[in-house]
């Protein structure tokens, strides 16, 4: 995968040593997402730039990439992998082009040129991208339709600066880190969520998910081109399983693609199970060596875990089921304490913001230590939220909450705010016109049942909001080390596939993710498919607490410290007091308890010390 930044500037000649010197500071700072080769391109109109994690050909992939056609030119920064670009190769064979290498990057950019704006509605994969049309003056932006891949931008002076990470906005001129009151309640509020189009900063936006963007001279033009849609499910329940698992195993084949070293990441779990399951089938199909496998723990997990309703049991004995099954060369990567706490501050900067603390940062260091033997990696991320696999689906005390479900004590987080910044933002207001603006686009047919309803209801929610979470989670952890993270229960074919079909039958036998456990009855140990959820692997280890609550002490102690000017100094010494326990359910999800909490705060006033907000309140 990459990083794309870039600039319009309809005043002047960009052709200048100020206006490249811009770009170049710009594309420096995503280095880590593209390490192996950068490249730019500029006119007097346009600076667009790339950096490059080498995927798929090496030679014919590089990028800015430029098409010159009847007379026109084009150039694309892409940042993605379209996974159907065998298909649209072909067509565009067929219609009269021709190729020089075999990178998606020159297909989607032909694509483009031969389907205009509609190019879109004929790809299938994970993509932020940006195409200059040098004829029309004008530049063409695109992300995927989950928002895999993120693209964040600004409008100064009429004019367009755009870029893959928010940190890459600040290297230009005229872009400053502020915080407003839609700041605050994002970060406090609905945090480590944010609000899909909202890039926390003031004057920072976030191209949403299936959407695109036109900028020309006359301005900006932004446009959704797909989302979930409800219909009658008309098949049968045998039909159903087929279909079902006829697209998950094209997803997964059309992900395998790739020129470099690839393996997937194993937890014991059914979604990594059936992952990794097809992964070898297509291994031992093409005759190809078969697959690595990872998985993460850390050091002294098995002297101190914990059994609770959201992490019932430990990975080990599973994940040496499915190994055994079928063969493939496992490794599992341990983490320790010191480096869990010492690598937030990293997390933090991979996301530009306060994130999920040590759920974030071991991800971050597990993707490092993968990253030595391999370049991809797929994982079964998205599962649970589109065959309805967490606890809240089921939970009475979730579904009529009236909020979201994986963040319910609103009062706890209210109260955590500076007492003269609380005077000045109610967060239950904020959060409540967010939840209540997504549930407002959630299409119910009157064909539904009552269950089916409430289901669509907080299925929306769950993808619309925690699956974004997640997947920011799992690009930024991953390109912050040059590592690709592919994902495909994302695929939007199966998603909108499994939209449909009505909750008595996703949650076939009363279980969570039931359908799929029928489905992969006979081709998984009976174990792994009876297995309950089980979400990431935290450390139970008591010196992770010891540790982050030492850290937060010593912010705490410090009188000049940032974070006292957004929250509230007492609040978060009972936080230290009690060991988190003060805030009687998680901050975010199921894993952040009191020792990630504290975490978070430290994240907090990281990135204050960092970033350095203008607080405009």
């Not at 989302?227 to 008309?234: D, G, P």
């Not at 929306?460 to 080390?481: E, K, P, V």
């Not at 975010?588 to 909490?597: E, I, V």
Request: glycine share 6%.
């Amino acid at each position: 995968m990459c990083g794309i930044v870039g600039f319009t500037n309809y005043n002047g000649n960009m052709r200048n040593e100020e206006a490249q010197k811009v770009l170049e500071n710009m594309n420096n700072t995503l280095k880590r997402r593209g390490p192996d080769e950068n490249g730019s391109y500029v006119k007097e109109d346009i600076c667009i730039a790339h950096s490059r994690l080498i995927i798929i050909d090496p030679k014919g992939g590089k990028q800015p990439m430029i098409c010159k056609y009847l007379g026109n030119t084009y150039a694309i920064t892409y940042n993605g992998q379209i996974y159907n670009a065998k298909e649209l190769r072909k067509k565009l064979e067929e219609s009269g082009f021709v190729f020089e290498g075999h990178s998606d990057t020159e297909v989607l950019l032909k694509a483009f040129i031969y389907y205009g704006y509609n190019v879109v509605n004929y790809l299938n994969g994970i993509f932020a991208f940006a195409i200059w049309n040098e004829g029309k003056k004008e530049l063409f932006l695109a992300r995927d339709h989950f928002g895999v891949k993120p693209l964040f931008y600004s409008i100064k002076d009429d004019q367009l600066i755009f870029a893959s990470e928010i940190k890459a906005l600040f290297e230009y001129p005229s872009i400053y880190p502020k915080i407003d009151k839609t700041g605050i309640s994002e970060l406090f509020g609905v945090g480590p969520a944010h609000t899909p189009g909202v890039g926390v900063f003031k004057g920072i936006e976030e191209l949403k998910p299936a959407n695109f963007m036109v900028f020309n001279r006359s301005g900006i033009k932004i446009q959704e081109y797909w989302r979930l849609r409800s219909k009658i499910h008309t098949d049968d329940f045998e039909t159903t399983c087929t279909k079902v698992k006829d697209l998950l195993t094209d997803s997964i084949e059309r992900q395998l693609v790739s020129d470099v070293p690839l393996c997937t990441f194993l937890s014991g779990g059914l979604d990594s199970s059936i992952i990794t399951l097809y992964t070898a089938n297509y291994c031992n199909k093409n005759n190809l060596p078969m697959i690595d496998t990872y998985s993460v723990d850390y050091i002294d997990n098995d002297k101190n875990f914990e059994k609770t309703d959201f992490q019932p049991n430990s990975d080990s004995e599973y994940i040496n089921l499915i190994t055994k099954k079928l063969g493939t060369k496992h490794h599992t990567i341990y983490l320790d304490t010191p480096e869990l706490a010492d690598s937030l501050k990293d997390a933090m900067l991979a996301r530009d913001l306060p994130g999920m603390a040590d759920v974030d940062s071991s991800l971050l260091l597990f993707c490092k230590n993968v990253k030595k033997n391999a370049t991809v990696a797929i994982m079964g991320e998205c599962a649970d939220e589109i065959f309805g696999g967490y606890p809240w689906f089921f939970r009475e005390d979730a579904l009529t909450s009236g909020t979201f479900p994986w963040s319910i004590n609103i009062s706890g987080r209210q109260h955590l705010l500076n007492p003269e910044i609380e005077k000045k933002i109610d967060l239950k207001q904020y959060i409540d016109y967010r939840y209540n603006e997504t549930l407002n686009e959630v299409e119910l047919l009157e064909t539904d049942t009552e269950e089916t309803k409430e289901k669509r209801k907080i299925t929306y929610l769950t993808m619309y909001w925690f699956m974004q979470t997640l997947l920011a989670r799992t690009d930024r952890m991953g390109m912050y080390n040059g590592f690709e993270l592919r994902v495909p229960f994302c695929d939007y074919r199966l998603a909108e596939y499994v939209w449909n079909i009505p909750w008595e039958t996703k949650s076939l036998n009363g279980r969570e993710k039931g359908l799929l456990r029928y489905i992969m009855r006979d081709e998984l140990p009976k174990e792994i498919v009876e297995r309950k959820k089980s979400p990431y692997p935290k450390t139970w280890n008591p010196t992770y607490l010891n540790k982050v609550k030492g850290m937060l002490s010593e912010i705490m102690a410090d009188e000049n410290a940032p974070i006292t000017d957004l929250l509230n100094k007492e609040d978060i010494l009972e936080i230290l007091n009690t060991d988190g326990k003060s805030f009687t359910r998680p901050w975010f999800g199921q894993l952040m308890t009191g020792p990630q909490l504290m975490a978070y705060l430290c994240q907090v006033n990281m990135w204050l010390e960092t970033y350095k907000p203008e607080i405009e309140i």
